[in-house]
């Protein structure tokens, strides 16, 4: 008797225990039984431009999922699913047949639109469910393609900004909450509900859409004129080293990256692309030699066309020499010979510390994916020739954001800014998690041998090599490069070349760099100066006056005519307040008056900019 009174109040306390101690911790754990969970998706983050226009975002879309023990006749459910997404019925009838709880009808149900979601629910077939998904969404199909990336079916970043930032952008997955029994049969004295899904965080870029768009269209304007096999372009800002926009030609719509080539869509030619960069590398030289007061601006050099160097007889791009030269005129005319010379006095050790100290060998830490580091001359195996080639572009191989770092480097006073593509990380309620501050890491060249650059840049493009990039009123300064491409085997291809120019403006207060290649174009003279020039001219003419950055025609260095090859320009006069009799005649422009009145109340252009010869000078006149 004592025994069974001992184990009765046992039982009683233990039951009374599990009734009210562990009643949550057990009704949770039924619960969690009974439940079977369709995920739901609210959508990656979004990407934004700097201006906060939304470059990537998400459209809705539908996912196709199974409770299989619900579904009673699965071959006629799987054959009118198969009708309706247009895939065989086997491949839906080996997803009901799987022993899951809960089975996610992918790929072939995932991310439907809610045309074909709304076929699939008329046939009110036991057991299938349809859950909120997002995919991703593209407003401008292609631009941005390398530097984006993109996502897989699950919504995980697989390549470019969509892969490196992929923890911030990712969202928290909800789901849909069903209960069935152990046979998988609806309790319907249970109500299924929702667990909400969180949005992954946006980040903002320092892209600039509307400068994307005007390198864009140059691009495809030069892939339509020249058939190149690829063109890199790039504008950043000197001050600050933020990427304002980036193009590569060949172009992929990023939503069907799968109908192209792995090479165009997974490599970032801005970052990874490694070659020869030629006479653009010609700003380094230049400036360490200048840095190191090893000559002036206004000494000669004389080429007669080649230099005999370590019995190798190694020729300037103008087989006839340029003669007798200031070394100012050798960077304008870009000047094999006389880069050299330059090569001699500053020795293998000094040359390869400053290429080192501008960041070529070694990546810059631009946050693009697949970043090179280019491949720089041994010191312990440089020779004379080797010195004297990397001297002028050649045997070093360099990225083209390494270039632009270094154009920067030479014309913010020396400074060496790492670029960058974000600007900031902002949760869903626009609070800011992370943001993105640019150091300067070193300078390396002195401010005045960076003024010094200014103006010798500034020259090469008003009378020197890069003349076709001259805008007037613009001050643009920069340096052309036309680079042989290496053979695998050793040696240069004879008719291929990367042709290229590297740039800034304005010289007086240097805002952006500008970097152009077009990789072996069709049809046309091999030569930077011809072909690359005139591109990054037309990029600066569009932006430029969009980022407010004024004319400068009374400071600029001007362009020096050459006869029945350059446009003619002049400075239009000031004829406001003036009547119309006395205004004078012109035989460099042309005038038009609109309006009614005998006096001058406004022109177009105003007093002080230049018009090309023969043009028309806009007179309203009134009283």
């Known amino acids: 008797m004592l025994v069974a009174v001992i184990c009765f109040i046992a039982l009683f306390t233990r039951l009374t225990f599990i009734s009210f101690g562990l009643s949550d911790f057990i009704n949770q754990k039924a619960y969690d039984q009974w439940t079977r969970d369709i995920p739901i998706n609210n959508g990656r983050g979004n990407i934004y431009d700097r201006n906060g226009e939304l470059i990537v975002g998400n459209k809705m879309a539908l996912t196709l999922a199974s409770i299989n023990k619900q579904v009673s006749n699965k071959e006629n459910a799987a054959s009118s699913i198969a009708q309706i997404l247009g895939v065989s019925s086997n491949k839906i009838l080996a997803h009901l047949n799987k022993k899951n709880s809960v089975e996610m009808i992918k790929p072939e149900g995932r ?39 993109f996502t897989n079916i699950d919504n995980e970043g697989l390549t470019g900004l969509e892969l490196k930032y992929n923890e911030y952008l990712k969202e928290k997955d909800g789901a849909l909450k069903i209960y069935t029994d152990a046979k998988g049969n609806l309790m319907k004295n249970m109500v299924s509900y929702y667990s909400g899904a969180t949005s992954g965080m946006d980040i903002h ?7 994307n768009q005007i390198l864009d269209n140059i691009v495809k304007n030069a892939a339509a004129n020249y058939n190149p096999e690829s063109i890199i372009a790039g504008v950043m800002s000197v001050k600050t080293g933020e990427l304002l926009g980036i193009s590569q030609y060949p172009f992929y719509k990023i939503e069907d990256y799968q109908n192209y080539n792995q090479e165009i869509y997974n490599r970032n030619y801005l ?26 601006i206004h000494q000669t050099v004389n080429c007669t066309g080649s230099l005999s160097i370590g019995g190798h007889n190694i020729r300037c791009w103008r087989r006839q020499g340029h003669g007798v030269q200031t070394f100012l005129e050798a960077i304008q005319n870009s000047c ?21 100290e501008f960041g070529f060998g070694s990546k810059t830490g631009v946050d693009l ?38 154009m920067a480097t030479v014309l913010n006073n020396g400074n060496l800014i790492t670029p960058s593509i ?23 060249i002195s401010e005045n041998t960076s003024h010094i650059m200014r103006y010798a840049l500034e020259m090469v493009t008003a009378v020197g090599t890069g003349r076709n990039a001259f805008r007037n009123g613009m001050r643009i ?55 690359a020039a005139p591109l990054s001219g037309e990029i600066f003419e569009n932006i430029l006056p969009y980022l407010k950055i004024g004319s400068k025609y009374d400071t600029e260095i001007k362009k020096e005519y050459r006869y029945y090859i ?33 006096k001058v109340v406004s022109q177009s252009p105003s007093r002080g900019e230049v018009i090309k010869e023969g043009g028309t000078v806009i007179i309203y006149l009134g009283n």
């Open 111 to 149: 991310k439907l639109s809610l045309e074909v979601a709304r076929k699939i629910m008329d046939l009110k077939i036991d057991g299938i469910y349809l859950a909120t998904d997002a995919s991703r969404y593209y407003p401008y199909e292609d631009m941005l393609g390398q530097s984006l990336g």
């Open 205 to 211: 870029l320092s892209i600039d859409l509307n400068i």
């Open 271 to 296: 970052a990874w692309k490694s070659f020869e960069p030629g006479s653009t590398f010609k700003i380094v030289t230049y400036s360490a030699a200048l840095n190191e007061g090893l000559f002036d």
């Open 336 to 356: 094999n010979v006389g880069f050299m010379r330059l090569g001699e006095r500053l020795g293998k050790e000094k040359l390869m510390k400053y290429i080192r």
């Open 369 to 406: 994916t697949g970043e090179a580091t280019g491949i720089l001359f041994k010191e312990s195996s440089m020779g004379p020739t080797e010195l004297a080639t990397a001297s002028f572009g050649q045997g070093n191989s360099s990225t083209p954001i390494q270039l632009m770092q270094a």
């Open 422 to 444: 974000l600007k900031y990380v902002s949760d869903p309620l626009d609070n800011i998690v992370y943001e993105n501050k640019n150091t300067i890491k070193r300078q390396v």
């Open 477 to 531: 300064g920069g340096k052309t490069g036309t680079s042989q491409i290496a053979l695998k085997e050793g040696g240069y291809a004879n008719d291929r070349y990367i042709l290229s120019y590297l740039g800034g403006a304005p010289m007086d207060d240097p805002e952006v760099v500008v970097y152009i290649a077009i990789e072996h174009p069709k049809n046309t003279v091999q030569y930077g100066g011809v072909v």
């Open 566 to 598: 350059d446009d003619k320009y002049f400075t239009v006069e000031d004829y406001i307040g003036m009547l119309k009799e006395v205004i004078p005649s012109n035989n460099n422009y042309k005038y038009l008056f609109l309006g009614t009145g005998t």
